[in-house]
């Protein structure tokens, strides 16, 4: 719709059948501004290579403000190449500024490095979000893969997973690798991998606090190689997360009610507060 958004767009509902370049978004290229209360459904396929990268959000490429109570559920292809990496997120492809109680449903596929369910890179914060949406490679020699995020380098809490993933290499249900924060967040999603994948995150370097995932194949919280700290988090059962005690668990380390629990919601697994709004 817009090069670059520096107001504000709210209050849309797009459906979109859309063949688009590297660099895109179906809203914007780049966000300096606010983007809120979009909910947007179809398909969305990258048709260009570019030599830097082909990025591409559902929402916008480059999120440098604020982006609050989105909902994707268009599922997303990547341009399929091994030569350039594919920076993709369902919400958006990089994240600079503040993505926040935000949701995917949609498929994301074909792309090869740095692939989230919400951003496929975060410099900043993404807080209570959520991904519901399958996130499939497709592509050889793929990594950086997270329900939440592909890599994280900034702060990513109050935030959960139920989509399975799928790829080659350095996968996590929240994060791929993470040299930032983590906190606050579960995953339950079925990892399918050849080798290096962590319940969490892949690779930490930074800190992990608070979080907890459902193991389904062999793997533990993180990689062994990880350098990060990992404090009160690890391994619980479905039903575990399903009880009032783990509700109470997440929601201990915020100044308001943030989760929400009902067996007739969200398979009976918590989730956040803004999506009963």
């Not at 404090?231 to 380390?253: P, R, Y």
């Amino acid at each position: 719709m817009f090069s670059e958004n520096k107001g504000s767009i709210e209050n849309l509902r797009v459906d979109v059948d859309a063949y688009i370049r590297a660099y895109s978004g179906i809203i914007c290229s780049i966000n300096t501004g606010k983007i809120a209360d979009i909910e947007l459904s179809g398909t969305i396929e990258c048709t260009s290579s570019s030599a830097g990268g082909n990025w591409l959000g559902g929402i916008c490429y480059n999120n440098k403000g604020e982006i609050v109570k989105v909902c994707n559920y268009a599922e997303i292809k990547g341009y399929n190449s091994t030569s350039t990496g594919n920076y993709i997120g369902g919400i958006c492809s990089q994240n600079h500024g503040i993505v926040q109680q935000c949701k995917n449903e949609g498929k994301i596929w074909n792309a090869n490095n740095a692939i989230g369910g919400i951003v496929g890179l975060n410099y900043q914060t993404v807080k209570e979000c959520a991904n519901k949406g399958r996130i499939d490679a497709n592509v050889s020699a793929s990594y950086h893969l997270g329900g939440i995020a592909g890599r994280n380098n900034g702060e990513i809490y109050n935030c959960y997973n139920l989509g399975s993933i799928t790829g080659q290499l350095v996968k996590g249900g929240i994060v791929g690798p993470s040299d930032g924060n983590i906190k606050n967040c579960y995953s339950i999603a079925d990892i399918t991998t050849e080798y290096q994948a962590g319940g969490i995150v892949s690779t930490n370097s930074g800190k992990v606090t608070n979080c907890w995932y459902v193991k389904k194949g062999n793997y533990d919280i993180q990689l062994s190689t990880s350098t990060g700290t990992v404090e009160s988090s690890g391994e619980k059962t479905e039903a575990e997360m399903k009880d009032n005690a783990f509700l109470d668990v997440l929601n201990a380390g915020n100044d308001e009610i943030t989760w929400k629990l009902d067996r007739r919601k969200n398979n009976g697994y918590p989730y956040l507060a803004w999506e009963d709004e």
